[in-house]
């Protein structure tokens, strides 16, 4: 007689592991709208007044952004040379407008020294460790933030910024929009689990077109120019996104700070612009050279 009990399982098939539908959104929507729109808003005022305000603006997210990162370095044992940090930092983004890439290069070289004799105080122990961090602070902050200042410098600076604004949105919102709506294959799980390929191919889709858009109708340039603009722009900032996840997950911290409500830090919204703000630079001085 057979015994009774529950039917066998198969055991030939494995279901492989899947995304299921849909990415969840993991955040306060409508209050990062909201923060979205105020931040860019306040931008786009700049830009179209005084444009020495957008300087400012750049300035004091440096400040906020330097401060962020040290605070979270500082909770990992990791000691920043605060003061010396937020003072070049300034510098730099201040002395790109009437010196150029000179003006970013000797505040940079001049903040590393004042790092490494800020730190020696403290004796021998974890001092590599920390120098190194600080001087990290410094470049991957303020020195990326600094080329948004050679952005607006030229007489169509307005253009170029609202530029790299209209193409970073768009890879933003197409990537943020299709992965929610269908992210099944994560692009890389062990860095940052809600990045999927499908939510790269709508930032490249949309990113790409707003790239295009944005150097034909602002800066007069060529379709082909805006393509390649654009697509540099949804690589640099997808990039930004992962580095920044690979810095988080190493001090196992979720943002870096909470100032932005629905955004966290503010360090957490720039993470893509700052590398992005450096190849939108150097794309636009080869792909649409200042007249004149």
């Given at each position: 007689m057979a015994a009774s009990g529950p039917p066998e399982q198969p055991t030939s098939a494995v279901q492989p592991e899947r995304r299921p539908r849909g990415l969840r959104a993991g955040r306060n929507l409508w209050a990062a709208i909201a923060v979205g729109l105020l931040m860019g808003a306040g931008v786009l005022v700049a830009l179209f007044t005084v444009r020495q305000v957008f300087i400012g603006i750049v300035a004091?997210?440096?400040?906020?952004?330097?401060?962020?990162?040290a605070s979270v370095l500082r909770r990992a044992g990791i000691r920043v040379a605060l003061p010396p940090v937020l003072l070049g930092g300034q510098a730099m983004v201040w002395f790109a407008w009437p010196f150029g890439r000179d003006g970013i290069l000797v505040a940079f070289v001049i903040t590393v020294l004042v790092c490494l004799v800020w730190r020696s105080?403290?004796?021998a122990a974890g001092y590599v460790r920390d120098v190194s961090a600080s001087v990290f602070s410094a470049a991957?902050?303020?020195?990326f933030a600094a080329f948004?200042?050679?952005l607006v410098v030229p007489e169509d600076g307005a253009a170029r910024v609202l530029s790299l604004m209209v193409a970073g949105v768009g890879s933003d919102v197409g990537g943020y929009a299709t992965g929610v709506l269908g992210g099944w294959h994560l692009m890389a799980p062990s860095i940052s689990p809600k990045k999927s390929w499908e939510g790269f191919i709508g930032s490249l889709l949309v990113?790409?077109?707003?790239?295009?858009l944005s150097v034909t109708l602002l800066l007069d340039g060529q379709l082909w120019r805006g393509v390649l603009f654009g697509v540099a722009i949804v690589l640099t900032a997808?990039?930004?996104?992962?580095?920044?996840?690979?810095?988080?997950?190493?001090?196992?911290?979720k943002d870096m700070g909470t100032v932005l409500p629905g955004h966290g830090g503010l360090m957490d919204r720039l993470d893509s612009l700052l590398p992005s703000a450096v190849v939108a630079?150097?794309?636009?001085?080869?792909?649409?050279?200042?007249?004149?």
């Open positions: 004091a997210a440096v400040a906020v952004s330097s401060w962020e990162l105080p403290r004796g991957y902050v303020a020195g948004a200042t050679l990113g790409t077109a707003a790239g295009a997808t990039g930004g996104d992962l580095i920044e996840s690979l810095i988080k997950r190493d001090l196992g911290v630079w150097l794309l636009l001085v080869v792909l649409v050279p200042v007249a004149g």
